[in-house]
Nanobody, 122 residues
Framework: QVQLVESGGQLVQAGGSLRLSCATS????????MGWFRQAPGNEREFVAR????????YYADAVKGRFTISRDNAKDTVYLQMNSLKPEDTAVYYC???????????????WGQGTQVNVSS
């Protein structure tokens, strides 16, 4: 059974940084593009960032562009999200997901993790 396990979420002050990790197993990791999504209370799950199979192509939501960086290590079957200059509005549960398409549409993602909570205090 494919597993995606996020980690790294915690409480941080505004302006701070966090690095989220998503370790995968039972997945041919290098065959999938990977995405990060987030969901705040009362909101729909929204796209944050995605990275292609090789890591050569990345794409970000406007709200995080210039502050967040997605990367992957295919040798470790892990995708990362470096989050800098965090804002209170970044508070959400962050999910990683895998797709066989290079896409920002959450409906195109096949496998999902359980999420990790990020709280940014003002």
């Amino acid at each position: 059974q494919v597993q995606l396990v996020e980690s790294g979420g915690q409480l941080v002050q505004a302006g701070g940084s966090l690095r989220l990790s998503c370790a995968t197993s039972r997945l041919i990791f290098s065959h999938y593009s990977m995405g990060w999504f987030r969901q705040a209370p009362g909101n729909e799950r929204e796209f944050v960032a995605r990275i292609s199979w090789s890591g050569g192509s990345t794409y970000y939501a406007d709200a995080v562009k210039g502050r967040f960086t997605i990367s992957r290590d295919n040798a470790k079957d892990t995708v990362y999200l470096q989050m800098n200059s965090l804002k209170p509005e970044d508070t959400a549960v962050y999910y990683c997901a895998a797709s066989n398409l290079v896409t920002s549409r959450k409906g195109d993602y096949i496998y999902w993790g359980q999420g990790t909570q990020v709280n940014v205090s003002s």
